[in-house]
């Protein structure tokens, strides 16, 4: 006979804590600077599809990102935005 494991949630496992804006920003200046190299490469190779995977990805995680700082603190969200040069469709805003 099989002993069957009790399942706990996942938050208990990987006891993940709510983001604070602090680290949502930081987590945004990270990836957007990894964003605009992929994007170079990108220039030089249009036809590299693992490069442009990537790409969409870490863009995907600053949408995600970006969205979680506008509801934590708005006014934080814009001056990122301003210091990044970002231009932010009303949609994600």
Request: glycine residues 4%; contains cysteine; hydrophobic residues 35%.
């Amino acid at each position: 006979m099989t002993k069957e494991k009790a399942k706990r949630p996942r938050s208990a496992t990987y006891r993940t804590l709510p983001p604070d804006r602090k680290s949502v920003a930081c987590m945004i200046r990270s990836v957007h600077g990894h964003v605009l190299e992929r994007a170079a490469h990108l220039k030089h190779e249009p036809h590299d599809f693992h490069a442009r995977r990537g790409f969409q990805t870490l863009h995907d995680q600053r949408a995600a990102a970006w969205g979680r700082l506008n509801e934590l603190d708005p006014q934080e969200a814009e001056q990122l935005r301003l210091e990044l040069g970002l231009v932010i469709s009303p949609e994600v805003a």
